[in-house]
């Protein structure tokens, strides 16, 4: 699989030859111009040399001509690369729907990773080749950065956000992977790798490899051992906090007049920074989990408000359904966590 060219990576993703594509297309230009404007300058020295001493060169006025040509030229050649590189930008960081999503923790100095399913991986992650995997993804302590060269695609991981990336490995095998961003002593060992297996190798591999509960019903049962039902029940009961069934994804209004829409974004700030934005009807009554929740923690709890549909809905993912994991009776509880 080792590209024909050294030192380029495998290319291993549905982006990775755009990517490449911009990148020869840069350093098309670069050669080219770094190959006109040498020849032009070798010409000049030996055409326009002096031939006489005390020789007095003819005095040039300006040429607007000229002038046109060399300003037009590379704004358009400019301009071209903005576009390209907007196109392939947006394409990597706009998460299409229906993603396979895994959960990632980046802390010094090492990935914790989690899928829908509740499989736990640390400094690995098993994909199914040919499908979309969206990962979100948030650090324990200083920003780290999620790279896999091979995918051609990389995103920072910030404590106290989330931030998402996507792909779609198109072949087998196995990838660096590695942290793109100095977070202290053990930064170059902070690496890992990404398995791409056939979809049916990775079914088997999913499947015995059961040792967690979904993050969905994790986050159900922290639900009810933080009491967040007793305001905001799943179903509206309490009644002092809003109902969470059916919220995820829409737009809801706030007691600012503004509004806000919940992702997984808006739902972390509001465990852990209650009053920063209240829902229009509510009163500032909710106290913060700062600190008696970890990242892990947060990620379930969120796994299970998206998994709740209001009544007569159906669900958007199947997934992150809390009837997947193994019963929580047999499974080990959720907040052992690996630390
Ligand atoms: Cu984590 Cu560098």
């Not at 399913?117 to 979309?132: A, D, F, M, S, Y």
């Not at 398995?195 to 019903?217: K, Y």
Request: with cysteine; charged share 15%.
């Amino acid at each position: 699989m080792q590209s024909w060219i050294p030192l380029v990576p495998d290319s291993a993703s549905t982006f990775s030859w755009k990517v490449d594509a911009l990148y020869f297309y840069l350093s098309g230009i670069t050669l080219f111009f770094s190959l006109l404007i040498s020849a032009v300058l070798i010409f000049f020295v030996i055409r326009y040399r002096r031939r006489t001493p005390y020789e007095i060169p003819r005095p040039i006025a300006g040429s607007h001509k000229l002038e046109m040509l060399w300003t037009v030229i590379p704004f358009l050649i400019a301009m071209t690369i903005f576009g390209w590189g907007a196109r392939v930008y947006f394409d990597q960081y706009k998460s299409p729907p229906n993603a396979i999503e895994v959960y990632v923790v980046g802390k010094q100095w090492m990935w914790k990773l989690q899928h829908a399913t509740g499989q736990r991986e640390i400094n690995q992650l098993h994909i199914p080749v040919g499908r979309k995997i969206k990962l979100i993804m948030t650090s324990e302590d200083v920003i780290h950065d999620f790279f896999v060269p091979a995918f051609r695609t990389k995103a920072d991981v910030v404590p106290g956000r989330y931030t998402t990336m996507w792909f779609e490995a198109t072949t087998t095998g196995t990838y660096h992977l590695f942290c793109a961003e100095y977070c202290g002593m053990n930064h170059s060992g902070m690496t890992g790798s990404i398995i791409v297996m056939e979809p049916r190798e990775f079914d088997n591999w999913l499947s015995g490899n059961i040792n967690n509960m979904s993050p969905a019903t994790a986050g159900q049962q922290l639900y009810q051992t933080l009491g967040c039902a007793s305001c905001h029940g799943a179903n509206g009961e309490g009644g002092r906090g809003p109902t969470l069934a059916g919220a995820f994804g829409k737009t809801t209004p706030l007691i600012t007049g503004d509004s806000v829409r919940v992702d997984e974004g808006y739902i972390r700030e509001s465990i852990l920074n209650p009053q920063a934005k209240i829902v229009q009807g509510f009163g500032p009554i909710m106290p913060t989990f700062q600190g008696q929740v970890s990242e892990d923690q947060v990620l379930q709890l969120i796994a299970y408000i998206k998994s709740l549909h209001a009544a007569g809905e159906t669900p958007a993912t199947t997934a992150a359904s809390p009837a997947q994991g193994p019963s929580p009776a047999t499974a080990p509880s959720p907040t052992r966590n690996i630390k």
